[in-house]
């Protein structure tokens, strides 16, 4: 849907006014994040799922927020998609139609979808384009009556947090061996020598560069396969269908990187089949269950509320990844990335314990 049926969606379902009101707060962003100036932007989202559309009102927030700043602003839904589908023909069209040196945000319930010509890596082509981005994923795992935590985590003062990112992802990089315990029986060793470390800190203004909106993680690829210990997960899990709020904690044995055993309640059993169906179907059925990134939880505004886009950005919370990471610096392909977030780390970096 182009932008003017787009909007009549929004009116006809009753969210017009719902996104106009996150647009007050949401122009706060273009500035710190984007550092826009009369760039052309496009926005592509989803219709959502009933009473799950989230993506939806963001991106229409988002559009009249860049058309309050007098922004050359294109707002595109789509249906929902996952993981397999084709992003629709207009979205792909107006992706390739985007002159070089502009920029794009997406709020997807799920994935974008294959952007067919233009290659398999959202991020490559951007990167080659030299666009700027912002993106919120698996927004479908959201009630529509909670949009306002989405919003709480974006609201943040960027320039203190960005350099509390700064400070952290220098130590972070500069550490050779991780150590992280927590009460709920996390005990895990993580090499990281020699790998650099990325922050998400909402800084999107360098051309061909981009990252999540909520902003708020350190994280790090692993230095091959030496990760040893257990995880204990108390926060929250990602499947490759949706995000699980963790009652019963899931508990996961690692040896030399790789997931040797989990152990918990239902939503062990859930993770457990996300991993068996993501072996089923891949090309390295031997990566699905390969540790694949350490992340550190940073923004004070966050929570965990069943979105993973918000929750692995919590503060007080550290997450590691499971499956793919090759796009953003590691060397493992997989099928899939999920992350599964535990509560209250204590993190040393070489001996010497993390203050955040």
């Not at 379902?13 to 500035?31: G, P």
């Amino acid at each position: 849907m182009e932008t003017l049926e787009s909007l009549k969606w929004l009116k006809e379902h009753h969210l017009y006014d719902l996104a106009y009101n996150l647009s007050l707060s949401l122009k706060k962003i273009f500035t710190p994040c984007l550092a826009v100036k009369d760039e052309k932007v496009l926005i592509v989202g989803d219709v959502g799922y009933e009473n799950r559309n989230v993506a939806a009102v963001m991106s229409g927030a988002y559009y009249l927020a860049a058309e309050q700043l007098k922004l050359d602003a294109k707002l595109l839904l789509q249906n929902a998609k996952s993981r397999g589908d084709i992003s629709d023909e207009d979205v792909v069209n107006a992706l390739s139609q985007l002159p070089s040196g502009n920029i794009i945000i997406l709020n997807m319930s799920d994935k974008l979808g294959n952007i067919q010509q233009l290659g398999k890596s959202f991020r490559k082509w951007v990167a080659k384009k030299q666009h700027r981005f912002i993106s919120a994923m698996s927004l479908g795992d959201l009630a529509t009556s909670n949009i306002d935590l989405i919003l709480k985590a974006i609201d943040v003062n960027y320039k203190p947090l960005q350099t509390q990112h700064e400070q952290i992802r220098q130590k972070l990089e500069k550490a050779k061996e991780i150590h992280i315990t927590t009460p709920a029986g996390t005990d895990l060793y993580y090499d990281k020598s020699g790998i650099n470390a990325i922050a998400a800190d909402g800084n999107y203004t360098m051309p061909g560069k981009g990252g999540n909106l909520p902003a708020g993680e350190v994280y790090a690829t692993p230095n091959g396969k030496r990760i040893e210990g257990k995880v204990v997960i108390d926060g929250s899990s990602r499947t490759h269908e949706h995000t699980i709020l963790i009652k019963k904690p899931i508990e996961l044995t690692i040896k030399d990187g790789v997931i040797t055993e989990i152990k918990g309640g239902e939503e062990a059993k859930q993770l457990e089949n996300a991993l068996k169906w993501a072996a089923s179907v891949a090309k390295n059925p031997g990566n699905v269950r390969r540790i694949c990134e350490l992340g550190i939880g940073l923004n004070p505004k966050a929570s965990i509320i069943g979105a993973m886009i918000v929750d692995d950005k919590t503060l007080g919370t550290a997450h590691i990844g499971i499956g793919s990471n090759y796009w953003f610096g590691g060397n493992i392909y997989a099928i899939i990335h999920l992350d599964q977030v535990f509560k209250n780390p204590t993190i040393y970096l070489d001996d010497e314990k993390l203050k955040i």
